[in-house]
């Protein structure tokens, strides 16, 4: 992506290296909110694509490993070579002082969560900044010795080195996270390096970047015919409203109605589209081929799997009817593209499976159009808006690729998706009812593999349990259980179990992310 550009021109960047962290997203949604446009990469990444990418600056993110053990990640020979600014973060504040004679150690007195910071030197990097600031801490290790060539900046009763500058070089490091809402003034100390140190020019903008993306669209489409998969999800409408704005009636949408989509959702987005954006959709029923292939399957990898390959099958069979379909648009997101590919090293974990991503199988004679490729969900809400989509549909909570398939654990049935339609309905219904649905960030229900004993007049029953989550989150990488009224929760439980006769129990998940994801599966 090294010729990325808006309106003509090329774009400045700011290369995030990743090194496991949990936070690395995070790091590059920051950065964007600079309005300068961030990439993630693995720490192993071959390194001429870090040099075509022609960063303006690099960002190393913090990670689980240790720099005291052999064969943990570093800092590539070529993020030195290129002369360019570079901040460590957490781990890499470790290594980059470990690769620079530095030393580092693992201590007792480990330092998670909030941290006071004291600035003793003047810097760039805090330039503007208090002098004491509440800072997030996430570490075991910690710099003992600094590098020789560079300074102290800043210290934490546990951490005497806590960030630190050479003298020479535009070379930063910091053992707290800026990134998280958690560290006072974070976002200031972000600018001071994108915009300060490395002079990134803030060009990343929206409708820059609308206008940018049909241009491309057209060069690639041409006066090709394109299909679109359609859910009726915020990435997928977006990503209609783009290519209808680029290519009008070369644009065919197909909503595939897989039965895991919730109540009356189906009915609600052949209207909404057809009827009220004037798109062309065509409605794929294909209940049964899903639950045909779901038959017997448990686990939630080979579900994903599954579903996303039964998608590929549909719309390859659309687009032979279709006749001279030559593209395949899908609403592929940034978030889908990291957490679905690995790094190239043997260390590296895939947090999920995703069918949005990954290409087109090779029988399926279809190039790939997916302009929201490089967007964060709030990036893509916010073009939602300026192309004017609804702010119902914009605003509304995200729903997983694979629908309720991964909010029923073990074997998907007709029966239990009829039940948790209900539950996840009822749920949904009264937040609105009860003017809190715009206070959580994502709400659901979950059907578990446990039946429940119940008690209905005189008799007991053993019945399916429904679990309710609900998080408020900023960027969906990490999130907190929401604190729902009892009250509230106790009427939820009351409808779900008196108006599902196949329910004996509801409880509610007051796990947050991490350690858990916002998703059971």
Known sequence: MNKLSVNNKTIDKILVLDFGSQYTQLIARRVRESDVYSEILPWDIDETKIKELEPK??????????????????????????????????YGMQTLAEQMG??????????????????????????????????WMSHGDQVQDLPDGFK????????????????????????????????????????????????????????????????????QVQDKKVLLGLSGGVDSSVTAALLNKAIGKKL?????????????????????????MNLNVIKSDSEEIFLRHLKNIEDPEQKRKVIGRTFIDVFDAEAIKLKDIKFLAQGTIYPDVIESSGSESKEARVIKSHHNVGGLPEEMELDLVEPLR??????????????????????????????LGVRIIGEITKEKTKILQEADH???????????????SQA?????????????????????????RAVETVDFMTAKWAHLPYEFLENVSNRIVNEIEDVSRVVYDISSKPPATIEWE
């Open 252 to 276: 065919t949408c197909v909503f595939v109605d897989n039965g895991l989509l919730r109540k009356g959702e189906a009915d609600q987005v052949m209207q909404t589209f057809k009827e009220n």
């Open 426 to 440: 009822i749920f949904i219904e009264e937040l609105i009812s009860a003017d809190l649905y715009d206070s959580v």
């Open 374 to 403: 490089d967007l964060f969900k709030d990036e893509v809400r916010r073009m939602g808006i300026e192309l004017g989509i609804p702010k119902e549909m914009i605003d509304r909570h995200p729903f997983p690729g694979p629908g």
């Open 152 to 219: 102290l900046l800043a210290s934490t009763k546990t951490a005497p080195i806590a960030a630190m500058q050479h003298e020479t070089l535009p070379y930063y490091a910091i053992q707290f996270h800026p990134e998280v809402t958690h560290t006072n003034q974070g976002q200031e100390i972000l600018n001071n390096f994108i915009l300060n140190i490395c002079n990134a020019n803030a060009d990343w903008k929206m409708d820059d970047l609308i206008s940018s993306r049909i241009d491309e669209i057209k060069n």
């Open 57 to 90: 600056g690099i960002i190393l993110s913090g990670g689980p490993n240790s720099v005291t053990k052999s064969f943990t990640p570093r800092i590539p020979q070529i993020v030195f070579d290129l002369s360019i600014p570079i901040l460590g973060i957490c």
């Open 102 to 135: 530095g030393h580092v150690v693992s201590v007792d007195q480990k330092e998670f969560g909030h941290s006071e910071l004291e600035i003793l030197n003047d810097s760039k990097l805090f330039n503007e900044i208090d002098k004491k600031l509440n800072v």
């Open 444 to 468: 659901f229900a979950v059907l578990l593999p446990v039946k429940s004993v119940g008690v209905v007049g005189d008799e007991r029953r053993y019945a399916e349990v429904i679990a309710l």
